[in-house]
């Protein structure tokens, strides 16, 4: 799914929708500023900070782009340290489960929804090693890597981005699986709750993500416009074009989650 950003919305015949979304977003940056405010008793407020975010993005000409981006980073870094802080309060294992649960769902959210539309058409390049969107050149290797870094996994963006596919799978994911069928694929993770994978080729990596039921292939990718790019995981040549699949569970993997949490390193493992 592309996100448009909040010009374009401005643009579409809907204009009371656009309007009231401005007044919304006006609101809440107005309502921010004040030390009282508080959410509203039922608001999902993960929800709410996606959206204000969704809509925020700007055009990747803008002057203020990256400074953008950089906020973001800074919003995640936030959450993360409130998460953090709600799991070493938890006295119970079930309370600890609740919590990654939550970071799950957070993290899952965080990439989808707010750092992978800042980097689509972005482009490839085979020794591409940007670390921001839009700017310069991105290898498969290096989009997986650098977004998980920015989200605020402590790992060895260069290093990751350098192994085998498989290897970049277990690095991040559990659950790693291997098929030498599509169709198999996408039937197991039709059969899964919604989360973020880490799928590698047989010379290529990336992101699928399930999400209310629709299962997209997020990549940078070396076919068509070569940039990074979204698209139906069933609808995409480069997957087709696979003889076999690593597939691994990166925002449902426990062990990646307590890493980011508490900002511990991952290990690179083989």
């Not at 400074?67 to 006295?91: C, D, F, V």
């Not at 972005?122 to 839009?134: H, L, M, R, V, Y």
């Not at 609808?235 to 990646?256: C, D, I, M, Q």
Request: hydrophobic content about 40%; proline content about 4%; glycine content about 4%.
């Amino acid at each position: 799914m592309y996100l448009l950003p909040f010009p374009a919305l401005c643009q579409k015949k809907d204009m009371k929708q656009a309007i009231s979304i401005s007044i919304f977003f006006s609101i809440f940056i107005s309502c921010a500023q004040v030390e009282t405010f508080t959410i509203p008793s039922g608001w999902d407020t993960t929800a709410i900070y996606s959206n204000i975010l969704e809509r925020a993005i700007p055009d990747s000409s803008a002057t203020d782009f990256l400074t953008s981006y950089a906020s973001l980073r800074k919003h995640i870094e936030s959450k993360r340290l409130e998460l953090n802080l709600q799991y070493m309060k938890a006295t119970t294992q079930d309370a600890k489960n609740v919590c990654l649960d939550s970071a799950s769902r957070y993290l899952q959210m965080a990439l989808v929804e707010n750092v992978f539309p800042y980097w689509y058409g972005t482009a490839w390049d085979f020794n591409g090693i940007s670390d921001k969107p839009q700017r310069g050149y991105v290898a498969c290797g290096y989009f997986v890597s650098t977004t998980l870094k920015h989200c605020g996994i402590e790992l060895n963006r260069y290093k990751v981005a350098q192994q085998y596919s498989h290897s970049i799978v277990n690095t991040l994911c559990s659950d790693v699986k291997k098929y030498t069928a599509l169709n198999a694929l996408l039937d197991y993770i039709a059969s899964q709750p919604d989360n973020v994978y880490v799928v590698g080729l047989d010379n290529h990596v990336g992101f699928i993500s399930k999400q209310n039921e629709a299962i997209t292939f997020i990549h940078s990718s070396f076919v068509g416009p070569a940039c990074v790019e979204s698209e139906q995981a069933k609808e995409s040549p480069v997957l087709a074009s696979s003889r076999f699949y690593v597939l691994g569970n990166a925002t449902g993997n426990k062990n990646l989650l307590l890493h980011w949490l508490q900002r511990s390193p991952v290990a690179i493992v083989p």
